[in-house]
């Protein structure tokens, strides 16, 4: 399987604290997207990130990426009640239109 | 930036009837949509590749003559659940390929529920 994994699968950190989660991939990458899910809902992009880019921010959001280590990293800053969702990873191959690879995801609670 | 959107948003349908959902790339022209399915507390797995004038192609495990996938026009793609069964109600998203300075993204639907009684 082409899936990507991320750890850890379930996160809960009080209001105000930083969530770090990490995404892993096994093939070479055009680009990494991470996106968000609120229960039950569609999926709300986040920030795409390149290949050819180590680290991207948006507002409270900053996305690492190590393509040496296939991997990335995902950090959302002063976190809020409203952040509470799943978090996943999506990889998009070399070439062309590829397909998006989503990882498994990671479900983060932040309690107020 | 660009928007996709699928219909209907929810579903409920008798076991046995056929259901189609429709995925349009609203501003922008898709080439290439994509077909995902998401089990409950599951992450996203594609089903298929749906390109503009041709046969979809498949991912392994997925029945295409259930799933049958129309992409008629560059900005109109549909999926039928043909005699739907309860194990077959699933989320169902789709999303469309752009072409961007320094590569392609993709801009998902907001999903379609289904539910199979």
């Known amino acids: 399987s082409q899936q990507g994994e991320e750890d850890p699968q379930a996160l809960s950190i009080q209001e105000g604290e930083n969530a770090t989660m990490n995404c892993s991939y096994k093939?070479?990458?055009?680009?990494l997207q991470w996106y968000r899910q609120n229960s039950g809902r569609g999926l709300v992009h986040l920030i795409l990130?390149?290949?050819?880019?180590r680290e991207k921010h948006s507002g409270r959001l900053r996305v690492t990426l190590d393509t040496s280590k296939k991997s990335s990293s995902l950090l959302i800053t002063a976190s809020r009640a409203a952040d509470t969702a799943s978090y996943f990873c999506?990889?998009?191959?070399?070439?062309?239109?590829?397909?998006?690879?989503f990882g498994t995801g990671t479900k983060l609670q932040v309690i107020p | 930036g660009a928007v996709v959107s699928q219909h209907p948003s929810r579903v409920i349908c008798k076991s046995g009837t056929s259901v189609k959902i429709e995925c349009r790339s609203l501003?922008?022209?898709?080439?290439?949509m994509f077909w995902y399915r998401q089990f409950p507390k599951q992450s996203l797995m594609l089903m298929a590749t749906?390109?503009?004038?041709?046969?979809?192609?498949?991912e392994q495990g997925v029945e295409k003559d259930k799933f049958l996938i129309n992409h008629a026009s560059l900005t109109l793609s549909t999926l039928t659940v043909t005699s739907a069964h309860p194990e077959d109600s699933s989320f169902y998203i789709c999303?469309?390929?752009?072409?961007?300075?320094?590569?392609?993204?993709?801009?998902f639907g907001p999903g379609t529920r289904l539910t199979v009684l």
């Open positions: 093939t070479s990458i055009n680009n």
């Open positions: 749906s390109n503009e004038g041709s046969k979809a192609t498949y």
């Open positions: 999303s469309a390929g752009i072409a961007l300075a320094g590569g392609e993204e993709q801009f």
């Open positions: 501003d922008f022209q898709a080439t290439t």
């Open positions: 990130i390149r290949s050819n880019e």
């Open positions: 999506a990889t998009q191959r070399k070439g062309g239109y590829q397909k998006v690879t």
